[in-house]
């Protein structure tokens, strides 16, 4: 396993849709193995395979404190939506950043999971909530987007700043 690079906000790969798995073979389940590991190195309880730049339709998520109940959602697609839930949202790929963002409460949601076999499921609370941030990626859309211009241009400056101050400085030219 590996752990893998994590995209940040404002990256223009981050806005890519990912692409259907057209099947769940070694390659999308080593896909799944990494993106786990890098989730839980980051520390994150989602991540989509756009996030590390795999254009495909895949999400890892784990909610549980003890980090034991991983779930594999690949070709993810909501089927239906119930109620409005507020929450604070964050995102491995905006660091640091945490805003209210509404979404449904309830969900019912059909994917494969590492397997290759499908399932059905309903969702709730916050298991809800992380699994429509994770599909929001793999179309190109991040929580960020659920906020106003102001905001999200405050955030995309400020991550910028810090990111700029994280470079190491240059190294004069030898002649």
């Given amino acids: 396993m590996a752990i893998l690079d994590i995209l940040h906000f404002p990256d223009p790969r981050l806005r890519n849709k990912a692409k259907p798995v057209s099947e769940v073979n070694e390659r999308v389940r080593k896909l799944v193995d990494d993106m786990f590991e890098t989730m839980y190195q980051a520390p994150g309880i989602g991540l989509a395979a756009i996030q590390v730049n795999a254009p495909l339709r895949v999400v890892t998520i784990d909610i549980s404190e003890e980090r034991n109940q991983p779930l594999t959602l690949i070709n993810p697609e909501i089927l239906e939506r119930e109620g409005v ?3 604070d949202e964050g995102c491995l790929s905006v660091p640091g950043i945490y805003e209210k963002v509404k979404r449904a409460d309830r969900i019912r949601f059909r994917a494969l999971g590492r397997d290759g076999n499908a399932y ?7 298991l809800a909530v992380c699994i429509q941030h994770e599909i929001d990626h793999l179309d190109g859309k991040l929580f960020v987007d659920y906020l106003s ?8 400056k400020k991550l910028e700043k810090e990111a700029r101050q994280a470079m190491p400085e240059p190294v004069g030219t030898v002649i």
């Fill in 85 to 87: 839930e507020e929450m």
């Fill in 149 to 156: 211009n102001l905001k999200r241009q405050r955030i995309r």
């Fill in 120 to 126: 059905e499921r309903d969702a709730d609370g916050l």
